[in-house]
């Protein structure tokens, strides 16, 4: 499974971004998705994630009441609506998906970025202050 992640770009500090991942090629919609991000020096963190069916998300308490994690089964696509950036969002945000479809964990599962089987090659957010 090959992933793309999509929407990156510069925007002023309060503003909003939506991100997209979506695999390349024919694959199965049903696997559990998530969002990182690794901002220059430091490690990748964990951000965001949602499971196989879209009922349940998972945020990062840097994150919660900010950002919005969703997918659409039928496009194949997840998406994370960012609002209200600020400069410490700034970042490379990666995509990944877990190896096994319709499978439900827990949410130390999906925080960890050993936990996910396929990543995408990242797409750069910069918030200016």
């Known amino acids: 499974v090959q992933l793309q992640a999509s929407g990156g770009g510069l925007v002023q500090a309060g503003g909003s971004l939506r991100l997209s991942c979506a695999p390349s090629?024919?694959?199965?919609?049903?696997?559990?998705m998530g969002w990182f991000r690794q901002a220059p020096g430091k490690e990748r963190k964990f951000v965001a994630a949602?499971?196989?069916?879209?009922?349940?998300?998972y945020y990062a308490d840097s994150v919660k009441g900010r950002f919005t994690i969703s997918r659409d089964n039928a496009k194949n696509t997840v998406y994370l609506q960012m609002n209200n950036l600020s400069p410490e969002d700034t970042a490379v945000y990666y995509c990944?998906?877990?190896?096994?479809?319709?499978?439900?964990?827990?949410?130390?599962?999906?925080?960890?970025?050993?936990?996910?089987?396929?990543w995408g090659q990242g797409t750069q957010v910069t918030v200016s202050s």
């Open positions: 090629g024919r694959t199965s919609s049903y696997y559990a």
């Open positions: 990944a998906a877990t190896r096994t479809p319709f499978t439900y964990y827990t949410y130390s599962f999906y925080t960890m970025g050993s936990s996910y089987a396929y």
């Open positions: 949602i499971n196989w069916s879209g009922g349940n998300t």
